[in-house]
C-alpha cells in the first residue's frame, strides 16, 4: 500500500514538471564562470566627495551592479578591468587619447585617406602599363605628383589613351571607415585593473573612479566606460 502511495507521488511529480528537468532561464548564470560587464558614465570620486579613494585602486559602482553580480555569483574579491568604451560618443577621450585637436584631428584623417587613395590609384595605373606599356611605370611617380588633385582624372586619361576601360573612382568613405577603425584600437588599449570600493553611486548608470585612472585612461568627466569582472590579472 505503501509503495503505491509513493509510485502515485512520483507519477504526479513527473506530471508536474513535465516529465524532465527543467532547462534554466539563463544557462551559466549563478555558475560564478561568466564575467559581469556593464557600461557606465565615468565621473571622478572627488564629485562625490571621495576624494580619499585617490589614494588607492578602488572605484563607487551603483547598486544595480551589485544585484547583477550576486546572480553570476562572482568569487570574492572582485577584480574589475576598466576601459574605455568604443563607442563614437567619446568625443572627449577620442581627441585625449590621441592628443589631437578637432582641427588636427580631421587633417590626419584626410592626410591618411589621401594616402590610401593614392597608393589605390598607383596600382591601377601601373596595372595599366603593365599590359601595355611597361616601361611607362618609371614615369608613374612624377606623374603623381603632377596630377596631385586629381588622380582619377590621370587614371581615366592614361586609360583612353591606351583603349581600357577604367574603374570607378574610390570612395572616400571606405578609407574614412579604415581611419576611423585605427582610432577604436588605439582607444582598446587602454585598461586599468581595479576593486570596488562600495556599491553606493547616487546614480544608476555612473561609475566613480580615481582621478589618476581617468588621467590614465584618457578620459574626462562623462566619457563611457565599460567595466567586465576579471578571474584573475593577466601577468
Known amino acids: 500500500m505503501a509503495q503505491e502511495k509513493e509510485s502515485k507521488i512520483k507519477t504526479k511529480t513527473a506530471r508536474n514538471n513535465g516529465g524532465a528537468k527543467r532547462k534554466p532561464l539563463y544557462p551559466g548564470w549563478g555558475s560564478g564562470e561568466i564575467a559581469y560587464v556593464g557600461t557606465f558614465q565615468v565621473r571622478t ?9 585617490n589614494k588607492g585602486d ?7 551592479a551589485l544585484t547583477s553580480i550576486q546572480r553570476l555569483r562572482l568569487p570574492f574579491p572582485l577584480i574589475f578591468e576598466i576601459r574605455p568604451s ?6 572627449h577621450s577620442n581627441l585625449r587619447s590621441c592628443s589631437f585637436t578637432q582641427s588636427e584631428l580631421q587633417k590626419k584623417k584626410k592626410k591618411k585617406t589621401d594616402e590610401a587613395c593614392r597608393k589605390e590609384y ?3 595605373i601601373e596595372k595599366v602599363y603593365d599590359e601595355v606599356n611597361p616601361s611607362k611605370k618609371s614615369e608613374i611617380g612624377k606623374l603623381m605628383r603632377k596630377y596631385s588633385q586629381d588622380w582619377y582624372g590621370l587614371y581615366v586619361k592614361i586609360c583612353k ?9 574610390l570612395s572616400q568613405d571606405r578609407f574614412s ?4 577603425s585605427t582610432l577604436h584600437r588605439k582607444l582598446s588599449a587602454f585598461k586599468q585593473y581595479c576593486g570596488v570600493m562600495d556599491f553606493s553611486s547616487p546614480v544608476d548608470h555612473h561609475a566613480y573612479i580615481p582621478q589618476w585612472m581617468m588621467n590614465n585612461l584618457h578620459l ?3 566619457d563611457s566606460v565599460e567595466i567586465q569582472s576579471q578571474f584573475s590579472i593577466p601577468k
Open 45 to 53: 570620486v572627488n564629485e562625490i566627495s571621495r576624494s580619499d579613494l
Open 58 to 64: 578602488k572605484i563607487v559602482l551603483p547598486a544595480s
Open 86 to 91: 568604443s563607442s563614437v560618443g567619446n568625443t
Open 122 to 124: 598607383r596600382k591601377r
Open 161 to 169: 589613351k591606351y583603349e581600357k576601360k577604367a574603374e570607378p573612382p
Open 177 to 180: 571607415l579604415t581611419v576611423k
Open 220 to 222: 574626462v568627466s562623462g
